[in-house]
């Protein structure tokens, strides 16, 4: 049973618009999200980071939103650019931090 | 400042031989983890150390699979023998724990390739 869903595999944005992608996650225990990105053949690279305790963060184009009566949240990259394009990976964890539960991944592709 | 350092980055081996995995973290970094990354999918936990001991090995398949982390820094990942399905990346990732915010970021290596022939 996934208990962080990311049920869109790939999503195409224009460069230029915005990028939303979404995470749902199913255990009310979760209290921290993270938001990473993941080029090929490399390591995934943390981007943003949210907890519970608030319902937005925002660095530069990069803002994560959380909506806990939902058990959602997504990010959203405004404008978005040809850099851009790789796979987003969601990642939820208990007790701020402990062990990290991953989604399956968005291929995001930002076309020029 | 040196980022997670994995090697080997690709390996290929035939089923039934053994492989290891070696991860440098990011000096001072007490939390280490391993990560298997199916193709398509997110990582998938497989063991985390604070410093030298391993608190959370539940994932691990213990009959093939082992795991150790010297001193508290280095971290090596066994496998023992190798089965087709062990075909995957092999992610390590430290951090520095739980800080005064309760915050906590993983950093990732690069990864290990294994490919079971």
């Known amino acids: 049973d996934q208990q962080v869903k990311q049920n869109s595999p790939s999503l195409s944005v224009q460069e230029g618009r915005i990028s939303i992608l979404n995470c749902d996650y199913t255990?009310?225990?979760?209290?921290?999200f993270l938001w990473y990105k993941k080029y090929p053949a490399e390591g995934p690279t943390f981007l943003i980071s949210?907890?519970?305790?608030?319902d937005k963060n925002e660095d530069g184009r990069f803002t994560v939103f959380l909506n806990k009566s939902a058990k959602h949240l997504s990010l959203h990259i405004v404008p978005s650019q040809p850099g851009d394009s790789a796979v987003y990976f969601c990642?939820?964890?208990?007790?701020?931090?402990?062990?990290?539960?991953f989604g399956p991944g968005t291929r995001l592709s930002v076309l020029p | 400042e040196a980022g997670v350092v994995q090697s080997p980055r690709y390996k290929i081996i035939e089923k039934k031989q053994p492989v290891a995995f070696w991860c440098n973290p990011i000096?001072?970094?007490?939390?280490l983890y391993w990560y298997l990354q199916n193709l398509g999918q997110g990582p998938e936990l497989l063991i985390r150390?604070?410093?030298?001991?391993?608190?959370?090995d539940s994932q691990l398949p213990k009959d093939r699979f082992s795991a150790e982390r010297l001193k508290g820094v280095d971290s090596t990942l066994k496998i023992q023998p190798a089965e087709l399905g062990d075909s995957a990346v092999y992610l390590c990732?430290?951090?520095?724990?739980?800080?005064?915010?309760?915050?906590?970021?993983?950093?990732f290596g690069a990864g290990s390739r294994l490919t079971v022939l």
């Open positions: 990732a430290s951090s520095k724990g739980q800080g005064d915010s309760g915050a906590n970021v993983l950093t």
């Open positions: 255990n009310s225990m979760f209290d921290y």
């Open positions: 949210i907890s519970s305790i608030k």
């Open positions: 990642a939820a964890s208990a007790s701020y931090g402990q062990n990290f539960v």
């Open positions: 000096s001072g970094h007490n939390t």
């Open positions: 150390y604070e410093n030298e001991e391993a608190v959370d």
